[in-house]
């Protein structure tokens, strides 16, 4: 399957523009389309063919228009257009299209079918219902698909704090023991694992993949903090965390129905806590079908601090997490 016309939803984003850096690296190989909402400000970047078309995410019509002559649409768009009747959408707008591949939004979460079955979609989307839906169409063979998981953006969760550590003020928060074993990947690997998938989407048609450049067991908070304080020559300041309770209320209010209360107990007991974690997919990565290759943690840290510099503010909210009242 040869891709040529590629059109990225959510462009201007995180993922979606470290994509499009990526594929830029090939010429004039791809004619590439930034797809976003009327309201966004987006604008491609400079000296680069990119075309910029504005839809309405809602319209079956509006999107069918924009898909039309594209071979690849790949999905960056976050929110309520996660949920499964905007996706879903979308979805069937590229099939009547007759786009040949549709590349899922599935970029950080990892649970499994029954964890999934437990969370409200305002935590998790609709990411379950949607990948039994992709396989269903390419089961039919309407449309061929993927969807790339490989954990939160490790340099994002890094420095914005929800990694506990504010690397500004040399302070870490350390969930629990601060051993759990932790998936993540740093945005770069993402998007050239992307890439590489739209150069050669064969191996990986109609079936999910999954990367992490760590080696099994090789990144925890606590092997986090002995690095950061290595590559910064200094000491944090430590406060432990009881993510025991912090995961107790959080399912406390899940079952009260009070889900946004929940939410961001129930994102650190997926990454941090043994006892109720879900982050682990070591034992499904292929990191070499699409060309990922094993770092180290230090080198990810030096390339994440370089990028957002040493004295980047956090964000409070997602570094401070405390359990929710019940």
């Not at 993927?146 to 350390?174: C, E, Q, S, V, Y």
């Not at 023991?177 to 993540?184: A, E, R, V």
């Not at 007991?269 to 290759?293: K, M, P, R, T």
Request: hydrophobic share 40%.
């Amino acid at each position: 399957m040869e891709l040529k016309n590629v059109a990225i939803l959510g462009p201007g984003g995180n993922v979606g523009a470290a994509i499009i850096t990526e594929l830029l690296k090939d010429g004039s190989r791809f004619n590439l389309v930034g797809i976003t909402r009327k309201t966004s400000t987006y604008t491609p970047p400079p000296n680069t063919n990119i075309t910029h078309k504005s839809v309405d995410y809602t319209s079956f019509h509006s999107l069918l228009e924009a898909f039309t002559g594209q071979d690849a649409v790949v999905n960056c768009i976050t929110g309520g257009a996660t949920h499964y009747e905007p996706s879903k959408l979308i979805i069937d707008a590229a099939v009547a299209a007759g786009v040949k591949f549709f590349f899922a939004n599935d970029y950080v979460g990892h649970l499994t079918r029954e964890q999934f079955k437990r969370l409200p979609e305002s935590f998790v989307g609709a990411k379950p219902r949607i990948r039994e839906y992709l396989e269903e169409l390419g089961t039919q063979g309407k449309i061929a698909w993927t969807g790339l998981t490989g954990g939160p953006f490790f340099d994002m969760w890094l420095m914005k704090g929800p990694a506990g550590f504010d690397i500004a003020n040399r302070h870490a928060r350390i969930y629990g023991t601060g051993n759990n074993p932790l998936c993540w990947t740093p945005l770069p690997t993402i998007a050239l694992a992307v890439a590489n998938i739209i150069r050669n989407p064969k191996p990986v048609c109609n079936r999910p993949i999954y990367i992490c450049p760590f080696p099994k067991n090789q990144l925890t908070q606590n092997i986090l903090l002995s690095t950061l304080e290595s590559v910064l020559d200094t000491k944090f300041t430590i406060e432990n965390v009881d993510v025991k309770k912090i995961n107790e209320h959080a399912k406390i209010a899940l079952e009260r129905g009070e889900a946004g209360k929940a939410m961001k107990g129930l994102a650190v007991s997926n990454q941090f806590y043994e006892a109720d974690s879900g982050n682990d997919f070591s034992h499904l990565v292929e990191n070499e079908v699409v060309g990922v290759n094993t770092m180290s943690v230090e080198d990810a840290v030096r390339e994440a601090i370089q990028r957002y510099g040493e004295d980047f503010k956090i964000v409070e909210g997602m570094f401070r997490v405390e359990p929710c009242e019940i």
